[in-house]
């Protein structure tokens, strides 16, 4: 018999499996449900941009591209990142594409952190981080937010947790679950302690094109004296409803990216090349496909945030994102039993807000990549479970 | 600027309420009913309806695109003879076209021998119809807006990912 526990890499046995496995697992049995469940757009990729992934099939573009992706991409990458958050990036040095903005992340947390390093991460957030900083053998170190301060980090928060072993700060703005923006000010005071203690940022901003203020999405690199300290991770899935190409991309200072192309270069060597195709005609002729899209779901946000009050489901307004995240407190269930017995009972899927981390307890989250006519229809079965509870 | 895109919410779901709109767009819910009153009274919203997809029922329907070649009145041009033809009930539109031809008709009936009928005995005689081109709607695909062939509609196929 071979024992593999001896043998295999004790930290990532001991990662704990997803939480949100076992409500899909129930939903998939059951028949009529009515998800509002998932993390990823009901639109499908503009037909213009497959259209280009299909033509480079066609001519027989199937071979490796160069390992930072390719030079052209990268350029509309750089563009790109100019024409609509300002930020300035060197095409040949500065950018590096990448399988999905997962990859990105994992391979800065890798060319970034070793073991002892502390990694600040806001927390409800995306489920990766911390696994990644574990893999990695750094420390993760949570920093709860809440629905006070609508689940964005405060500069005090963030100082009350800083050690002589911190090295980074994760940036997960727009917020999965929560849909929360950063503010201007915020950020200022943000950046501030970044520079006291000498930290580096990781900026998650994959939803960056899903904001809905009036100012828009502000790119961590561009508040004064960050570019230097500051990753920004973005990528196609949510802004140009691209999922499944698997492509994201990773821009900063050359000293980091030239140590993540070394790693991706042997894990990946490059991105998929017909995504590549697909994507420069995402950047050339995508945004006003990214413009509708956002409106649309900008319709439909206005629209689930109005109906969970109105059944008394308090949820603050999420400003970014797809994503809404209601309290459950009132009903007097923990977010799971509100889950599952909403699946049950009125075959309503959504995701418990502690699959996020334990702040997220008591919060469930919301998804809204979804028709109009959907979220009416799920809105109608959770106002009659709620009825029902009282 | 909102008040119009009510237009192309509605053309896309009719049965969205006032109220519905209101809040999507933001805008005040009385203004809303009030906005889309001046639409229905001013003619801009010609009216609400479904769209059926009759091959999966019993009724049997068939439905045909007429290309109409028509000699132009003096005058009047081509807007009496196209009064003519949209007073048959048969006729669902009537549009005046550039290029080969000069009218496009469609008409539905129960049958195709029904629809061929109306053509032969209603359409081609009319005064200034100099020829009529008939072409029968094998499958419906696509219509406004919507997909009606079923192996074409669209499957969720989302959800199997466990940490999006």
Redesign the interface.
């Known amino acids: 018999m071979i024992d593999y526990d001896k043998l295999v890499n004790p930290i990532i046995k001991k990662i704990k ?2 939480g ?2 076992r409500f ?1 697992d129930i ?1 998939n049995e059951m028949e009529d449900v009515i ?1 509002l ?4 757009p ?1 639109f499908y990729t503009p037909w213009h941009i497959r259209e280009a992934g299909i033509e480079s099939l066609e001519k027989g573009r199937t071979r490796y591209t160069p390992n930072r992706g390719f030079a052209v991409l990268r350029e509309e990458v750089s563009k790109f990142l100019a024409r609509h958050y300002a930020v300035e990036y060197d095409p040949m040095s500065e950018v590096l594409i990448t399988v999905g903005g997962s990859e990105a992340i994992d391979l800065c947390v890798r060319s970034l952190i070793t073991p002892g390093d502390e990694v600040l991460i806001p927390e409800p957030s ?3 981080y911390v696994p990644i900083t574990e893999m990695a053998g750094g420390v993760p170190v949570t920093i709860e937010t809440g629905p006070e301060n609508g689940f964005r980090l405060t500069a005090k928060s963030l100082e009350e947790k800083i050690t002589p072993r911190t090295k980074l700060l994760i940036m997960p703005y727009p917020n999965n679950p929560t849909g929360a923006v950063m503010e201007r000010e915020e950020l200022l005071e943000i950046a501030k302690v970044v520079e006291k203690h000498n930290l580096l940022v990781l900026s998650d901003e994959i939803y960056a094109a899903l904001t809905y203020t009036k100012e828009g999405h502000i790119c961590f690199s561009s508040l004064p004296g960050m570019k230097g300290r500051t990753i920004v991770v973005n990528g196609f899935s949510k802004a140009h409803s691209m ?1 499944g190409w698997r492509l994201g991309y990773a821009a900063g200072p050359r000293e980091i990216i030239s140590l993540m192309v070394k790693l991706h270069q042997f894990a990946i060597m490059s991105a998929p090349t017909t995504s590549q195709y697909a994507a420069i005609e995402a950047l050339k002729n995508g945004d006003g496909d990214m413009e509708h899209m956002r409106s649309q779901y900008d ?2 946000r ?2 689930i945030v ?1 109906g969970l009050n109105e059944i008394g489901l308090k949820c603050f307004e999420p400003k970014g994102a797809f994503y809404v995240f209601p309290s459950v407190k009132s009903t007097g269930l923990t977010s799971a039993d509100f889950c599952e017995r909403l699946i049950y009972e009125k075959h309503v899927a959504v995701v418990p807000g502690d699959a996020f981390g334990p702040s997220g307890e008591g919060f469930v989250r919301i998804s809204y990549c979804y028709s ?2 959907h979220i ?1 229809e799920a809105l109608e079965r959770i106002k009659e479970f709620i009825l029902e509870l009282i | 600027m909102a008040m119009e895109q009510i237009l192309e919410l509605l053309q896309e779901d009719g049965k969205l309420t006032p109220k519905q709109l209101s809040v999507m767009l933001g805008e005040d819910e009385g203004e809303v009913a009030k906005a889309i009153k001046g639409y229905e009274k001013d003619g801009v919203i010609k009216g609400y309806h479904a769209l059926i997809n009759w091959e999966r029922t019993d009724t049997q329907k068939a439905a045909a695109l007429i290309e109409l070649r028509v000699s132009p009145q003096k005058d009047t041009g081509f807007d009496e003879i196209a009064g003519r033809i949209m007073n048959f009930p048969e006729v669902e539109s009537v549009y005046l076209m550039s290029g080969g031809y000069d009218l496009a008709v469609t008409v539905s009936g129960r049958t195709m021998q029904d629809v061929a009928m109306f053509v032969q005995k209603r359409l081609a005689p009319i005064d200034g119809v100099l020829s009529t081109a008939t072409h029968f709607v094998l499958t419906r695909y696509k219509d406004g807006g919507v997909i009606f062939n079923s192996d074409y509609e669209e499957i969720d196929e989302r959800g199997s990912n466990l940490c999006d």
Do not use: H, N, Y
Not at chain 1, 37 to 40: K, L
């Open positions: 499996p997803s949100i496995r899909f939903a998800s469940s998932v993390g990823e009901d995306f489920v990766c999922t319709m439909r206005r629209l109005d109009v006519k009416t």
